[in-house]
């Protein structure tokens, strides 16, 4: 009972949804290194690249920026929008970024600090990932599938990734608000 009630307080299975059109998209991306805000500011996301879509570097709660390559994705973002307003109800979508790990790298352990991460939903979409990538929580470790929506709670939890493959792992990662 006390492992079932820990699962449910650190991941919250959303569900499955279809992202070959999206994983299409990913699999062409050329330019990773573009955008380092997060490499730069937060050591504990050295291995990582991102592609920021909606992200304000300041982690603003309202009136957030549509990056350019938004509008590459946007047919996929209102997809999980719908899918969030059926879930959660009314709401929004603060941030929205392609987060690539590395293969063979990790985001060690470390707590988040922002107070709009703690009132926010963080939902990750595993987009391209394998068996050896594993999520930790709280002490609890988790393989993400494809395709699966997973909201992760790390609210002040000690929280981080491993890559084990020798695959570059990619998730869609959206902060979604609640009204």
């Not at 997060?38 to 549509?66: A, M």
């Not at 707590?111 to 594993?134: A, E, G, M």
């Amino acid at each position: 009972f006390f492992y079932i009630l820990l699962k449910n307080m650190n991941f919250n299975y959303i569900g499955k949804t279809n992202i070959t059109t999206l994983k299409d998209k990913i699999k062409k991306i050329t330019e990773w290194d573009k955008y380092t805000f997060r490499q730069k500011t937060y050591d504990v996301h050295r291995h990582t690249r991102t592609i920021p879509l909606i992200f304000d570097e300041d982690f603003r709660h309202k009136n957030p920026t549509y990056h350019f390559d938004y509008k590459l994705y946007k047919n996929e973002i209102n997809k999980f929008k719908n899918i969030f307003l059926k879930k959660f109800g009314k709401g929004y979508i603060i941030r929205a970024l392609l987060v690539n790990l590395k293969s063979q790298k990790s985001i060690p352990d470390h707590i988040d600090n922002s107070p709009s991460l703690d009132i926010c939903k963080r939902i990750h979409i595993p987009i391209i990932t394998n068996n050896k990538v594993f999520f930790n929580v709280g002490g609890e470790r988790i393989n993400l599938k494809k395709g699966e929506m997973w909201e992760i709670n790390n609210t002040k939890k000690t929280h981080a990734v491993e890559n084990n493959s020798r695959f570059d792992r990619v998730h869609l990662i959206i902060d979604w608000v609640t009204e």
